[in-house]
């Protein structure tokens, strides 16, 4: 399986043993057309779901064009199959365990590219994915695709059949939308599919098939990622808002409720819908996405590099309203200066969530006379450091994240080395409350105990500063990364072309974090 991945291993001219990196990746092949009794392409969607300019199909009341076909092919969902991060990470888990590539390769599939994961019957393999020319290969690079998710029926969401890509799509062709009513001719004439109304579209079972994934491992399942449990355990679910609410919102930049004709086909375009949801999937992979606009021709995704960043550019401003940062207390104790933080989660589920490499956390600096006296979290190469309730000292870091171990108790970023979860300090999120024994053991915080301010829907944290004068003044950001820079350094040392391409479009970008909150403070 290492030489199917193209692994280049040379022998060094040097005194030390060391090893070549691998070649990195070739280019990704464009989309294609493709037809099958299941499944389409996306393009084929965008016949009658992306809208030109100058007309109120598919567009706001501000006149900005809310096409999911135009929406969707730039977000990371669109991008699922064509990221280089996932393909790296991917490669990995293939050459650290070869004899097991075709059942590394079921999981793998199953959610980045589930089309052609089920077009291939589960047997999808990273070289088909990377290069291969069947319809399932074609499927697979469309990533999350329309006639992917729009076929999920509804039976068994939300239950563990459902997780790690347990969804149901069969041989019906049956579409599903938000409205009960469709007009069934034009997609039945161009693309042999039926609408029906579908009200799991616009729910988180739908989500929770692919955000909650276990994997097993030699060690037992491990909980890659838990996002649907979390919102299950959030107050969210008593509000009524769903995943959709933020991540395919029905409102527009402004948040007014968008109305508008969601179709280009002649004679449905002047019927106006709504709830109409604007196909952002925004999340927290501005970087990814930034990578990718960087390697756009590598990537062969067949958008501009522009509509991508601008993808970016919303992740970022998600991130924007993901967190509230407050200094709520600021006081003497003799010569101590003591300062109180706090940050409050606004999302519906743990924060950061999502694959365990993501990262946030509190970078304070304290100035007096022109000079900085004190300043924590300025390096984003700090190592993994334990939850803190309380900071004394510059090189003491409050992070919140979760972090994977293996066997031996060392951190690992691929999932199927791992074995629990040596950290997992992320803010819960408002009224956190497991409803079962199951979801309790498979969301609880790992590494908090002790800490009374670490509660549902926030976490305060104190800093006590010696040598910090009256007067002094308080500068507090509130920072994230998608990715740890130590984690693409452990890439680097994996050495397959997939990593050495995401290693390289890494350092040539290298993973600045992006601010997600401020807030400032005066010593008394």
Request: negative net charge.
């Amino acid at each position: 399986m290492r030489a199917a991945l193209g692994l280049l291993f040379l022998a060094s001219c040097t005194t030390e043993d060391t090893v070549e990196r691998a070649e990195p990746l070739a280019p990704l092949p464009a989309p294609a057309p493709v037809a099958t009794d299941r499944f389409r392409d996306a393009e084929t969607c965008a016949q009658c779901h992306l809208a030109g300019e100058g007309t109120p199909v598919l567009h706001d009341a501000a006149g900005r064009n809310i096409s999911p076909s135009l929406l969707w092919r730039s977000s990371l969902m669109g991008l699922a199959a064509r990221d280089p991060y996932y393909l790296a990470v991917f490669s990995e888990e293939i050459a650290a365990d070869p004899d097991n590539a075709d059942a590394i390769a079921g999981v793998c599939t199953r959610c980045h590219a589930p089309a052609g994961h089920e077009e291939a019957g589960g047997a999808l393999t990273f070289d088909d994915l990377v290069s291969g020319t069947s319809p399932a290969a074609v499927l697979g690079r469309g990533g999350v695709t329309c006639t992917l998710c729009h076929q999920i029926a509804a039976q068994g969401l939300g239950d563990e059949t459902s997780f790690t890509g347990g969804f149901d799509v069969g041989y019906q062709r049956r579409i599903f939308g938000r409205y009960p009513d469709p007009n069934i001719n034009p997609m039945q004439l161009i693309v042999n599919y039926t609408p029906e109304g579908g009200s799991h579209i616009a729910q988180s079972e739908l989500c929770g098939s692919c955000h909650t994934v276990v994997v097993r491992t030699a060690g037992g399942p491990v909980v890659e990622q838990a996002t649907f449990l979390e919102w299950r355990s959030s107050s969210f679910v008593a509000q009524g808002k769903a995943c959709q609410a933020c991540h395919v919102p029905v409102v527009d930049e402004a948040g007014v409720a968008i109305a508008a004709p969601i179709t280009t086909f002649s004679s449905s375009s002047s019927r106006v819908r709504t709830p109409v949801g604007r196909h952002t999937f925004v999340g927290g992979n501005s970087y990814v996405l930034s990578l990718i606009a960087d390697a756009i021709e590598w990537s062969g995704a067949g958008v501009s590099r522009d509509e991508v960043l601008a993808s970016a550019a919303r992740d970022e401003a998600h991130l924007r309203e993901a967190a509230e940062l407050a200094v709520v207390d600021t006081r003497r104790e003799g010569s101590v200066a003591v300062i109180t933080i706090k940050v409050t989660n606004l999302t519906g589920h743990k924060l950061p969530t999502g694959y365990p490499s993501r990262r946030m956390w509190l970078h304070v600096t304290a100035s007096a006379g022109g000079s900085i006296v004190f300043e924590s979290g300025g390096d984003d190469r700090f190592a993994t450091q334990p939850h803190r309730d309380e900071v004394s000292a510059a090189d003491e870091v409050q992070a919140w994240e979760s972090e994977l171990v293996d066997d031996r108790g060392q951190p690992t970023h691929r999932a199927l080395d791992a074995r629990r979860y040596g950290k997992d300090n992320r803010i819960l999120p408002a009224g956190f409350a497991p409803a079962s024994p199951s979801d309790r053991t498979r969301t609880a915080p790992v590494g908090v105990d002790g800490d009374a301010t670490f509660v549902a829907g926030s976490d305060t944290v104190t800093y006590r500063l010696i040598g910090v004068p009256a007067g002094a003044t308080i500068a507090v950001e509130l920072l994230y990364q998608a990715i740890r820079p130590s984690t693409i350094d452990a890439i680097d040392r994996g050495n397959t072309p997939a990593g050495t391409r995401f290693v390289d479009l890494a350092r040539a970008r290298p993973v600045t974090p992006v601010v997600m909150a401020t807030a400032s403070a005066t010593i008394p």
